[in-house]
């Protein structure tokens, strides 16, 4: 990708239960496990570098949150989800994300 901008979102599980982590606007849930930590990678083709999807001006993630869950709003173009050691979790490609592991 030649424009545009690349936003990571670590999101961890410190609790003792499982946590739901959903990405929206996807739909998107994946299970965070006690101990277990994810990456969250978006990207956004703009050429001005803009976020498309935020509400709450230059964001690329909204975080919402309860006992048992965790909604990321994603807004970028795609995401990509990652743990740790950058190995993909769930290989999902949305919105024609390139293929790419997150930068460090």
């Known amino acids: 990708m030649s424009v545009g901008r690349e936003a990571r979102l670590v999101v961890g599980n410190d609790g003792e239960e499982p946590l739901d982590l959903m990405l929206e606007l996807w739909g998107d849930v994946h299970r965070i496990v006690p101990g277990e930590t994810c990456v969250v990678v978006t990207h956004t083709s703009s050429e001005s570098g803009a976020w498309p999807g935020t509400r709450l001006g230059d964001e690329p993630f909204e975080v919402c949150h309860g006992p048992t869950w965790l909604t990321v709003w994603v807004n970028?173009?795609?995401?990509?989800?990652?743990?740790?050691?950058?190995?993909?979790?769930?290989?999902?490609?949305?919105?024609?994300?390139?293929?790419?592991?997150?930068?460090?």
């Open 76 to 104: 970028g173009d795609c995401f990509h989800l990652y743990d740790r050691k950058g190995d993909e979790i769930e290989p999902y490609v949305y919105g024609g994300c390139p293929d790419r592991q997150p930068s460090a």
